[in-house]
C-alpha cells in the first residue's frame, strides 16, 4: 500500500485498481467493501467505477502539438500558465509576451519553490523548470 498520498498514482496503477475495483463490484461487493480492501476512500473507488476508460496509448487530445516534453514538464508548464493566464494554444506555440510570462512565472516557481536544496544544489524539480525556461526562451526572446 502506497502512504505517500503527496505522489500521484501511475496511469498503470489506476488501471490495475480500475480493474480490481470493477471485479469486486461484479461480485456484489459495496462501494465501502471495495474501498477497504483496495485501501483507498470511498469516493476514490466511485470515481474509478465510473470513470471513462482511456487507451493509455492514445494521445492526450489536451496536449499542444508544439510541446514535445515529457508529460512531468507539460504539467508544470500548465500550471504556470494557469497561474498567469496565458492560454496554451494546441496548434500555435506562445508568442512572445506569453512566453515571458510563462518563463517569469517559472522562474519564480524555481526560486521560491523547491528549485534548489539549501547549499543551492539544483533538485530534480529545478532541473526541469531550467529545461522549460530554456525552451520558453527562444520563444520569449527570438531575437
Same mark, same amino acid.
Given at each position: 500500500?502506497?502512504?505517500?498520498?503527496?505522489?500521484?498514482?501511475?496511469?498503470?496503477?489506476? &488501471?490495475?485498481?480500475?480493474?480490481? #475495483?470493477? &471485479? +469486486? *463490484?461484479?461480485?456484489?461487493?459495496?462501494?465501502?467493501?471495495?474501498?477497504?480492501? @483496495?485501501?483507498?476512500?470511498? /469516493?476514490?473507488?466511485?470515481? @474509478?467505477?465510473?470513470?471513462?476508460?482511456?487507451?493509455?496509448?492514445?494521445?492526450? $487530445?489536451?496536449?499542444?502539438?508544439?510541446?514535445?516534453?515529457?508529460?512531468?514538464?507539460?504539467? +508544470?508548464?500548465? *500550471? #504556470?500558465?494557469?497561474?498567469?493566464?496565458? %492560454? +496554451?494554444?494546441?496548434? %500555435?506555440? $506562445?508568442?512572445?509576451?506569453? #512566453?515571458?510570462?510563462?518563463?517569469?512565472?517559472?522562474?519564480?516557481?524555481?526560486?521560491?519553490?523547491?528549485?534548489?536544496?539549501?547549499?543551492?544544489? %539544483?533538485? $530534480? +524539480?529545478?532541473?526541469? %523548470?531550467? /529545461?522549460?525556461?530554456? #525552451?520558453? /526562451?527562444?520563444?520569449?526572446? $527570438?531575437?
Amino acid at each position: 500500500m502506497n502512504t505517500d498520498r503527496s505522489r500521484r498514482r501511475t496511469p498503470a496503477e489506476r &488501471e490495475e485498481l480500475r480493474r480490481q #475495483a470493477t &471485479e +469486486l *463490484r461484479d461480485t456484489d461487493h459495496t462501494i465501502n467493501q471495495i474501498a477497504w480492501n @483496495l485501501r483507498i476512500s470511498p /469516493s476514490t473507488a466511485r470515481r @474509478l467505477l465510473t470513470a471513462p476508460t482511456r487507451d493509455p496509448h492514445a494521445p492526450d $487530445p489536451d496536449r499542444p502539438a508544439w510541446f514535445t516534453g515529457p508529460n512531468e514538464h507539460l504539467a +508544470l508548464l500548465r *500550471r #504556470a500558465a494557469q497561474a498567469r493566464g496565458v %492560454v +496554451l494554444d494546441l496548434a %500555435v506555440p $506562445p508568442g512572445e509576451e506569453d #512566453a515571458q510570462e510563462l518563463t517569469d512565472e517559472l522562474a519564480g516557481l524555481l526560486l521560491t519553490g523547491d528549485g534548489f536544496t539549501g547549499d543551492w544544489a %539544483v533538485t $530534480p +524539480l529545478g532541473d526541469m %523548470v531550467e /529545461s522549460l525556461i530554456d #525552451a520558453l /526562451s527562444f520563444y520569449a526572446y $527570438p531575437d
